[in-house]
């Protein structure tokens, strides 16, 4: 059975940080493509940040020069930095796994407010 754990969401106050984990179990972590999407309320679910099975990157016009997406292949672990948030990031994050089949996380949120 695959499962892909988020965990880190909170409330946080503009200009604070965050660090999102998604834990994966179930999949042979090191093949797929990890991403992390939100979305707002009203609003259609959206990519953030991507790291593929060899490391490249990818992110979100909104997310470059604040979030950084990492992976750590022996922990099954897809990671999400955020910093210097904002209220538009308020969000429900959801950890993404991609290869052959793709698979979605619970989500976790995200508030962003003073």
């Known amino acids: 059975q695959v499962q892909l754990v988020e965990s880190g969401g909170g409330l946080v106050q503009p200009g604070g940080s965050l660090r999102l984990s998604c834990a994966a179990s179930g999949i042979t972590f090191s093949r797929y493509s990890m991403g992390w999407y939100r979305q707002a309320p009203g609003t259609q679910r959206e990519l953030v940040a991507a790291i593929a099975s060899r490391g490249s990157t990818n992110y979100a016009a909104s997310a470059k020069g604040r979030f950084t997406i990492s992976r750590d292949n022996d922990k099954n672990t897809v990671y999400l930095q955020m910093n210097n948030l904002k209220p538009e990031d308020t969000a429900v994050y959801y950890c993404?796994?991609?290869?052959?089949?793709?698979?979605w996380g619970q989500g976790t949120q995200v508030t962003v407010s003073s």
């Open positions: 993404n796994a991609n290869y052959v089949y793709t698979y």
